[in-house]
């Protein structure tokens, strides 16, 4: 039976010595002169944060996600694209999720994807959990992402965060084994969880 999660407090605000952070024209400069790398990071909320390795089992459950979201929404689907999100977070972010199922072909989409061109992000996630349920879903809350899944690949188990609001979801839900899941925009498409994340 799918678990219904409590929804995450604030978080606390940073202490300690000052911290830089950057914009994205900031980061371009950065990337322009050769200072950092643009494949090996990136930005949220300011911070530059590492991308991590993307080991076995990652890639297994990867694999595993892009096919069946593929097989259901075939040109809408993107890997890895940066996207925008909200206004107020756009200047300081620029987040390349895992999945990315857009509401139209990414040909279609002139410049820039936007939080009204998605339907649902997908964060295959090993290490990144804690960042992933944290700060990258308030990030998309935000932004009024209607459907956000974290992969969890460690407790095998997907958790599905809906119905943005007031800069958090909603209603955050964890499946396992065999319960099946489907997306909002492809209800009738189902799938057990185990062949998605085993």
């Known amino acids: 039976m799918p678990v219904t999660l409590p929804i995450p407090p604030p ?3 940073p202490r300690g010595p000052f911290i830089k952070r950057f914009t994205r024209d900031e980061c371009r400069f950065l990337e322009q002169h050769g200072l950092v790398d643009p494949e090996g990071y990136e930005l949220i ?5 590492a991308k991590m390795s993307k080991n076995q089992p990652h890639n297994r459950v990867l ?5 069946w979201l593929v097989r259901i929404f075939g040109e809408r689907v993107a890997v890895e694209p940066g996207i925008d999100v909200s206004p107020e977070d756009t200047p300081t972010s620029h987040p390349e999720p895992d ?6 072909p990414i040909d279609e989409i002139p410049g820039a994807i936007r939080p009204s061109d998605i339907s649902m992000i997908a964060e295959v996630s ?3 959990l804690t960042f992933d349920l944290d700060d990258k879903a308030r990030l998309y809350a935000r932004a009024a992402i209607p459907e956000y899944w974290v992969l969890d690949v460690r407790n095998q188990r ?3 965060h809906r119905n943005p609001g007031s800069g958090v979801y909603q209603s955050i839900t964890a499946y396992s084994g065999d319960e099946t ?10 799938i057990p969880v185990r062949d998605l994340i085993y």
Do not use: W
């Open 45 to 49: 909320q300011g911070v530059l944060v």
């Open 181 to 190: 899941i489907a997306t909002l925009a492809a209800p009738d498409n189902t």
């Open 11 to 13: 978080p606390a605000e």
């Open 63 to 67: 694999s595993h996600i892009n096919l």
């Open 158 to 160: 997907i958790i599905v």
């Open 99 to 104: 999945m990315v199922v857009l509401t139209h």
């Open 126 to 128: 090993d290490a990144s």
